[in-house]
């Protein structure tokens, strides 16, 4: 089975506090990506990334940044958290090919307080 | 006009009902469509892919009207367990990433 692993199921931090969301896959996938998710808005993709050391900005980049040292790694970070960035963080990853599904991590609650 | 759009719901239906949802697409170049799943407080999951000629999987039957931009999904003999957003998705059809666009979901509730 695919596995996406992200670090943690729930974090509380305070606003200006840089965050660091972490996301693991273990089955070579090229593309990965971060999304947001907000009742009544679905999913909003943030940044994704084909390739080690690549990324692509998403629809709504405002305020992240995103690190792809290695393949299986992908991190999403908040340079200063703001309470508007309360909300579930979801990572996936995918095959390069276009047409393939993707697999999601269980997701990271984020509160900003 | 959203890229991919679905009716919010919910959906109230008892066991044993069938139930149907659609989807419209604004993306005439998508060539993958999907369906997803997702539980409340967790992470969308795969339930199927949909195919021109259409495609079933157990109770769940996935069409596809590329004339029209339409994508559906029909669920027959509803259980409980089915209680769920359903996740209309499309490819974003251009760029050669796999870029998928999610429609915001279809809530369905199954009653006794």
């Known amino acids: 089975d695919v596995k996406v692993t992200q670090s943690s199921r729930y974090l509380v931090k305070r606003t200006g506090e840089k965050v660091f969301l972490e996301c693991v896959q273990d089955?070579?996938?090229?593309?990965m990506f971060w999304y947001r998710q907000d009742p009544g808005l679905g999913l909003r993709l943030i940044y994704f990334s084909y390739d080690v050391k690549m990324k692509e900005k998403g629809d709504i980049p405002e305020g992240y940044s995103v690190s792809r040292e290695k393949k299986e790694r992908f991190s999403l970070i908040l340079e200063s958290a703001s309470t508007n960035q309360t909300s579930m963080y979801l990572c996936a990853s995918s095959p390069l090919r276009t047409g393939a599904g993707y697999t999601f991590g269980s997701g990271t609650r984020l509160t900003v307080v | 006009r959203k890229e991919v759009e679905q009716d919010p719901g919910p959906f109230n239906v008892p066991e044993g009902a069938t139930v149907a949802f659609n989807c419209t697409y604004s993306n005439s170049a998508s060539q993958s469509f999907f369906w997803y799943r997702q539980d409340c407080r967790k992470e969308p999951k795969l339930l199927m892919s949909v195919y021109s000629s259409g495609n079933e999987d157990g109770r769940f039957t996935a069409q596809l009207n590329r004339a029209s931009q339409y994508i559906s999904l029909l669920i027959r003999d509803s259980k409980l367990s089915d209680s769920a957003t359903y996740l209309c998705v499309v490819n974003g059809g251009s760029g050669g990433y796999n870029k998928l666009i999610f429609g915001a979901g279809t809530r369905l509730a199954v009653h006794p």
């Open positions: 089955m070579d996938h090229e593309n």
